[in-house]
């Protein structure tokens, strides 16, 4: 991938890459799957953008986190999602509604879409341009409260942090196989999704919380129960010691 980058994005390879690297905790998937991503619509983002490369390589990675916060947010499915943006990158608008933004799959329903974003943001959008349409629906995502997302989950939530650590495992391993690979870095990226930054955030600091509801659930369970249960078992000790002992001496 590093080297089909290169080549689409010559001088502005690095800022991909290291898009790329991040992308375990801003878009919950691995560097090679953001990579993968980004080479489907590259030459698409690029001719509409008049070759500029590094507005380009700004431009995906900001698709690539809507489309992540669009699943996380609005329940969608990332393959969906994925080849409506394709789509977009083609001139083709079939696949809009696969966002769940509330404009249909047709031209006009992009249309609408492009004006709703003009309307927020004083901007003019051009359909025939695949930048546009980016930059649009990124528009109307944060006005919906979308944008911001997974990486909001990757530090609050386990399901989140969880994501977020298979991602940097995988990073991981792929590193290990790489003889360029900044080891290093990748483990302290695996270790921050485990234990958190700055004491916030991660898989244990996200966990912690619902064990301690656990434990102080069971604990009222215990405290409820017990009082009513002892007595319970009082009485049958009780009323059956005598028969116990009973039959005890006879055997």
């Known amino acids: 991938f590093p080297e089909q980058i290169l080549r ?71 393959q969906s999602v994925q080849d409506a943006y394709r789509g977009f990158s083609r001139g083709n608008f079939t696949m809009l509604d696969n966002l769940a933004l509330g404009f249909a799959g047709t031209k006009e329903g992009m249309q609408q879409l492009l004006d709703k974003a003009e309307e927020l943001s004083g901007v003019k959008f051009d359909i025939s341009s695949y930048s546009d349409i980016v930059q649009a629906i990124h528009t109307v995502q944060e006005e919906m409260g979308i944008t911001g997302t997974t990486a909001k989950e990757a530090s609050e ?64 369970l215990i405290t409820t129960a017990v009082p009513k249960i002892v007595p319970i078992v009082i009485d049958l000790i009780t009323s059956n010691l005598p028969d116990l002992v009973k039959a005890g001496m006879e055997i």
């Open 8 to 78: 689409l994005f010559g001088d502005s390879a690095g800022k991909v890459i290291s898009d790329a690297s991040n992308a375990f905790k801003t878009a919950g998937m691995s560097a090679n799957d953001y990579m993968n991503t980004t080479i489907t619509r590259a030459a698409a983002m690029i001719n509409s953008l008049g070759g500029d490369t590094e507005k380009a390589a700004d431009m995906m990675n900001m698709s690539i986190t809507d489309m992540s916060d669009n699943v996380n947010k609005m329940g969608t499915n990332m």
């Open 157 to 220: 939530t386990i399901a989140g942090s969880v994501g977020a650590m298979k991602s940097a495992w995988q990073n991981l391993v792929t590193g290990l196989a790489d003889g360029n690979a900044d080891i290093e870095g990748l483990v302290n990226n695996l270790i921050g999704t485990i234990v958190g930054e700055n004491g916030e955030g991660g898989v244990l600091n996200n966990i912690l919380p619902a064990l301690q509801r656990i434990l102080d659930s069971a604990m009222q």
